[in-house]
């Protein structure tokens, strides 16, 4: 955790932002989401988004030292947020707010000849 509180002082990507960052000392949240590493103690870099219902909305896990975007994580928070909002729609590769969404619903007379 005191990794942490150095990584928001020293990473212009992250000073800014307001979540909180949380640490797990015993393990057991690495375990349940499979990033743990029995061999090493140590886990594997990866994030979760989950959303308020608890539904995991995005997983993303990397190898060794290769670090994560923050400013793509936040473009798919605010994604899932916003087709959240407007179902039926979905947030195509590289969707940005303000960019039109997409149409998820099949129209009722597709497949007809």
């Known amino acids: 955790m005191f990794s942490h509180v150095i990584f928001k002082k ?6 800014d932002v307001r979540f909180p960052m ?3 000392p015993s393990g057991a949240v690495a375990r349940a989401y499979g990033v ?5 103690g140590l ?3 990866g994030r979760f ?11 993303e896990v990397l190898a060794g030292p290769i670090g994560r975007n923050v400013d793509e994580m936040i473009r798919q928070i605010q994604a899932m947020q916003e087709v959240a909002k407007n179902p039926g729609k979905a947030a ?4 940005k707010p303000g960019d039109p969404m ?12």
């Not at 020293?10 to 000073?15: E, G």
């Not at 988004?49 to 997983?59: A, D, F, K, L, S």
């Not at 195509?92 to 969707?95: L, P």
Request: proline fraction near 7%; charged fraction near 15%; hydrophobic fraction near 35%.
């Open 43 to 45: 886990n594997q870099r």
């Open 22 to 24: 949380a640490a797990d």
């Open 49 to 59: 988004i989950i959303n308020p219902q608890g539904t995991v909305m995005g997983v």
């Open 10 to 15: 020293t990473s212009p990507t992250v000073k």
């Open 36 to 40: 743990w590493q029995a061999g090493s």
């Open 92 to 95: 195509q590769a590289g969707w």
């Open 102 to 113: 997409i149409t998820t619903r099949v129209p009722e007379d597709v497949g007809r000849y």
